[in-house]
């Protein structure tokens, strides 16, 4: 019998993608991130807006994010001074001089809800739609953690779809499906219900809330009808490499116990937030976990025979075939992309 690869045949996909917590990228600081099996260069201005750009520098190549800095608004080599502004291009030189003509690559970067955001399009398209704004403007505290998975971004997203997982990985019990999955061009919603077991003679009740846009971001809120409390999770999946995926999650909890009881501008509010979301980074974290080893080594089956009960895994994945706009191999489009950037 012929053996099944591990290797996950979907290229990269197209959207937003994180390349940074907000928080990572200081006023005139440089770092340097993954994407794609490529470097990526970030950069903050003095004046605090945040670009990403390809990391060598076109006059004779020295990578920007060793020893690169930010002089006002402008990046600077460190290896013969030559300066560039945000959309890439080259606008002094170290001896005074008359600048070449030439430029850095840059990548469409936007920065919400504390995360740092480049678009990927294999066609090269403008970006098809925004990342939306204020996902946590109603959690005043957010913990945030991430983590390197072998697997890829589809098959993270996947799970929140996946119904017969939550048993038998989650250890929830009676779940369904509350509302169907549905879609919006690049958006998508589905909702589901189970009961977990905590401590002895405790079974809480929750609604697990899944809404998509893409296959870069989602956000899960998790709700306990017994406390009257929302978990939210936004969570960011970024290839930076095949089969290799950089997950980041900013988490916040927030009672909803009512607005008399809890106004969201209250101390007693914030404070009870701030307590929740502390204890929560145990519990995301240790969620998280025991779907590692299973992304770790499974195998992606194109066309699985599904049973009823695995949730909506078909209409999920045909919504996933839009962000594919190129069908190759991903160490093809990333040399093939790595090459028009550097002409």
Request: hydrophobic letters at 40%; aromatic letters at 10%; proline letters at 8%.
């Amino acid at each position: 019998m012929a053996s099944m690869s591990k290797e996950l045949p979907l290229p990269y996909p197209d959207g937003w993608a994180a390349v940074a917590f907000g928080s990572d990228l200081g006023a005139g600081k440089v770092i340097r991130a993954r994407f794609m099996d490529e470097d990526v260069v970030l950069f903050r201005t003095r004046g605090g807006a945040a670009q990403a750009v390809t990391p060598y520098c076109p006059h004779l190549g020295a990578h920007l994010g060793y020893g690169g800095r930010v002089v006002g608004e402008r990046l600077v080599c460190p290896f013969h001074g030559f300066a560039f502004d945000r959309t890439g291009v080259c606008v002094a030189t170290g001896y005074g001089k008359r600048p070449p003509r030439a430029r850095l690559g840059t990548w469409e970067t936007t920065e919400t809800n504390g995360l740092v955001f480049v678009w990927y399009s294999a066609q090269g398209l403008p970006p098809q739609w925004d990342v939306p704004p204020a996902l946590l403007e109603s959690f005043p505290y957010a913990m945030q953690c991430s983590r390197l998975l072998a697997t890829h971004p589809q098959d993270t997203v996947e799970n929140g779809i996946d119904l017969g997982h939550f048993r038998y990985i989650h250890g929830l019990t009676g779940v369904e499906e509350i509302e169907s999955f549905s879609s919006d061009g690049h958006r998508a919603r589905y909702v589901l219900a189970g009961a977990k077991g905590f401590l002895p003679g405790l079974l809480l009740r929750m609604e697990i809330s899944t809404r998509l846009w893409g296959l870069g971001l989602n956000v899960v809120d998790t709700y306990f009808p017994q406390f009257g409390i929302t978990l939210r999770s936004l969570v960011t999946r970024t290839a930076t490499g095949p089969h290799q995926v950089q997950l980041r999650a900013r988490v916040g909890v927030r009672p909803d116990a009512g607005g008399k009881s809890f106004p969201p501008a209250s101390r007693r509010f914030r404070s009870l937030a701030a307590l929740l979301t502390a204890a929560a980074r145990p519990a995301f974290t240790s969620q998280l976990a025991l779907d590692v080893p299973v992304w770790a080594h499974k195998s992606y089956i194109p066309h699985p025979p599904l049973a009823q009960g695995d949730g909506p895994i078909t209409l999920y994945r045909r919504w996933a075939r839009q962000f594919y706009s190129a069908a190759q191999p991903v160490g093809a489009a990333a040399v093939e992309r790595k090459s028009s950037r550097d002409q």
